[in-house]
T-cell receptor
Framework: DQQVKQNSPSLSVQEGRISILNCDYT??????FLWYKKYPAEGPTFLIS?????DKNEDGRFTVFLNKSAKHLSLHIVPSQPGDSAVYFC???????????FGGGTRLMVKP | DAGVIQSPRHEVTEMGQEVTLRCKPI?????LFWYRQTMMRGLELLIY????????DSGMPEDRFSAKMPNASFSTLKIQPSEPRDSAVYFC????????????FGQGTRLTVV
């Protein structure tokens, strides 16, 4: 039973355009939603998060949107850069602590 | 700030042998996690410590796996005996209090059991 799902295993985008990565969840008890970026042979790196009481959080080129009624969140990267090419994981945590439940990841390729 | 430090980076062992993975969390972080990444199951939580106490070990696959945190600066994940299906990348992560789920990951240990 996957509580956090990323339905697109890969996404290809042209440099300078917008990248939109999507994530769905089933557990309404999640309090925080996070995005991590992962390069090969490295651990996941925290990118941006959003509390369940908000619907948008922005940090530079990265914006996360949360739609609680649809149990859906998305990460927008604009403009996309070749260095953004990586695997992006959506994750969620609940009241019981900082345990993260991860989605399966989306491989983003930004073409120059 | 050295980040989360894991050792070894790579481990190749024969089936049946004992394997010990090590982790040094970031100083001041009070939560520590062990995750495993495989192609089939993605990133899955194995065990979670808070203030050195195991809080949730429901992700530990079987009794062959054990984890300890004897103090705030060190944790081990042990597999005994190891099996080929244990081959995966094992990540340790630590988290400071009050950061809403933000965890900082080590570079991982790639374990291959032959």
């Amino acid at each position: 039973d996957q509580q956090v799902k990323q339905n697109s295993p890969s996404l290809s985008v042209q440099e300078g355009r917008i990248s939109i990565l999507n994530c769905d969840y089933t557990n309404s008890m999640f309090d925080y939603f996070l995005w991590y970026k992962k390069y090969p042979a490295e651990g996941p790196t925290f990118l941006i998060s959003i509390s369940s009481i908000k619907d948008k959080n922005e940090d530079g080129r990265f914006t996360v949107f949360l739609n609680k009624s649809a149990k859906h969140l998305s990460l927008h990267i604009v403009p996309s850069q070749p260095g953004d090419s990586a695997v992006y994981f959506c994750a969620a945590s609940g009241n019981a602590g900082n345990m993260l439940t991860f989605g399966g990841g989306t491989r983003l390729m930004v073409k120059p | 700030d050295a980040g989360v430090i894991q050792s070894p980076r790579h481990e190749v062992t024969e089936m049946g042998q004992e394997v010990t993975l090590r982790c040094k969390p970031i100083s001041g972080h009070n939560s520590l996690f062990w995750y495993r990444q495989t192609m089939m199951r993605g990133l899955e939580l194995l065990i979670y410590f808070n203030n050195n106490v195991p809080i949730d070990d429901s992700g530990m696959p079987e009794d062959r796996f054990s984890a300890k945190m004897p103090n705030a600066s060190f944790s081990t994940l042990k597999i005994q005996p190891s099996e080929p299906r244990d081959s995966a990348v094992y990540f340790c992560a630590s988290s400071p209090p009050g950061r809403g789920g933000v965890a900082f990951f080590g570079q991982g240990t790639r374990l291959t059991v032959v």
